[in-house]
């Protein structure tokens, strides 16, 4: 192979009267170093938004639900206990949801309504340590004062309140007095705000202490689910089949892959969309490679003959426009490659590319995995040796006679 590698590089570098076919060369390799620059700065901002995404999900979602089918359900104290029995339960606490109307001195808003635990000792809001939330929602406010309520940021901005201030939440629970039927109706006090990065729940959510929300929603003793924290998330499949797969109707369990399988189907979709797309990049450089390839067999088809007449073999022609090929795109997938990853280096240190509110992140999330780098790079290589098979197999197939006589 020193002989096939030597020719190769012998050929790479053009003479002056061969100057079109370096530039077509040189061109080939610009081609895929932008090709694969340019996937690697884009599928690390796929995968960057992925994890974001995943981590303002998780900073609120509980791992795992315990569900009823039959809607709100009670006595739920044995499963909660045969739940906390597990060694990879990180935390377990019951959960109520529900719907109300809040209502402050300047404006009405719908709004999610949670009821949690906050003795449970369980991370429950993103933002709130245990023993914070438990001074904020505690069970047993002093006589006089009213409950706690924390809201997501985005709602007490859109309905006015800070910290500190009133506000009434009205359920669609209704109670028959001898005026007729009247909402259910609580005053709570403002204890504070959380930001999750996701409109979805900074602007439509409010936790309160559960006793409190089972008396909103004339729901007395009862649950919507047990939400139960993991200390391997994904690994959540793996314990829930193993130690939740004894649970019976009407009982039932979904992680949280399962509620959120159409957002990261969607992201998974579009990152491999995107994967497809940009390699037409790459694509359109292996067919300047061919072309180069091809240019230069015309150019040395008399080199080709004398190799042939001294002893060259098929074979070994075929190596050396093969090996040429090679090594173009070689090149430029390591070009491009070390551009992507400093370009990606640079947007996740520096974060100079803000993005505007509508988007759930303030600057453009990168996080450059190694596994797409090498898939990127293996999948560059492939397609450019695809690109050298038809014109080494050309040359190797010239007749040495008629090259000699018509070159």
């Given at each position: 192979m020193a002989v096939e590698f030597f020719i190769a590089e012998k050929y790479l570098r053009a003479k002056r009267k061969e100057g079109f076919i370096s530039l077509i060369t040189f061109l080939a390799v610009a081609g895929v170093t932008v090709g694969v620059m340019a996937l690697v700065i884009v599928i690390a901002v796929m995968s960057g938004a992925e994890t974001q995404f995943r981590q303002k999900i998780l900073g609120l979602e509980p791992h795992i639900l315990i569900m009823n089918y039959k809607g709100n359900y009670d006595n739920y104290g044995p499963l909660l206990a045969s739940v906390k029995d597990n060694p990879h339960i990180k935390g377990a606490s019951p959960i109520l949801f529900g719907q109300a109307m809040i209502r402050t001195n300047h404006s009405f808003s719908g709004v999610m309504v949670r009821g949690i635990?906050?003795?449970?000792?369980?991370?429950?809001?993103?933002?709130?340590?245990?023993?914070?939330?438990?001074?904020?929602?505690?069970?047993?406010?002093e006589p006089g004062a009213l409950p706690g309520i924390i809201l997501g940021k985005a709602l007490a901005n859109s309905v006015g309140v800070v910290k500190g201030e009133k506000v009434i939440l009205m359920s669609s629970k209704s109670f028959i007095s001898p005026i007729g039927q009247i909402p259910s109706?609580?005053?709570?006090?403002?204890?504070g705000t959380f930001e999750s990065g996701m409109?979805?729940?900074?602007g439509m959510l409010a936790y309160v202490q559960l006793n409190q929300a089972q008396q909103l929603i004339s729901a007395k003793d009862k649950i919507s689910a047990i939400g139960i924290w993991?200390?391997?998330?994904f690994n959540v499949k793996q314990i829930q089949e193993k130690y939740f797969s004894s649970i019976e109707y009407p009982f039932y369990v979904r992680d949280w892959m399962d509620i959120n399988?159409?957002?990261?189907?969607?992201?998974?979709?579009?990152?491999?969309?995107?994967?497809?797309?940009?390699?037409?990049?790459?694509?359109?450089?292996?067919?300047?490679?061919?072309?180069?390839?091809?240019?230069?067999?015309?150019?040395?088809?008399?080199?080709?003959?004398?190799?042939?007449?001294?002893?060259?073999?098929?074979?070994?022609?075929?190596?050396?426009?093969?090996?040429?090929?090679?090594?173009?795109?070689?090149?430029?997938?390591?070009?491009?490659t070390l551009l992507g990853i400093v370009v990606c280096y640079f947007l996740k240190k520096y974060n100079f590319i803000q993005l505007p509110?509508?988007?759930?992140?303030?600057?453009?999330?990168?996080?450059?995995?190694?596994?797409?780098?090498?898939?990127i790079s293996a999948s560059s290589i492939l397609i450019c040796f695809l690109s050298t098979l038809y014109p080494s197999y050309k040359a190797s197939k010239m007749d040495p006679v008629e090259a000699i006589r018509y070159g």
């Open positions: 635990n906050p003795e449970s000792g369980s991370a429950l809001i993103k933002g709130f340590t245990p023993a914070q939330l438990e001074k904020a929602l505690g069970k047993a406010p109706m609580k005053r709570f006090v403002v204890k409109s979805e729940y900074d993991v200390d391997k998330v399988h159409s957002l990261f189907s969607a992201l998974k979709l579009e990152k491999t969309a995107m994967f497809i797309i940009l390699t037409l990049i790459i694509l359109v450089a292996a067919f300047n490679i061919a072309s180069a390839l091809i240019m230069m067999v015309m150019e040395k088809t008399k080199d080709i003959a004398v190799l042939k007449a001294m002893g060259a073999t098929n074979s070994m022609i075929r190596r050396i426009f093969m090996i040429k090929g090679m090594i173009i795109g070689f090149l430029g997938t390591l070009l491009g509110k509508a988007y759930p992140f303030s600057t453009l999330p990168v996080q450059l995995e190694y596994m797409d780098v090498l898939i």
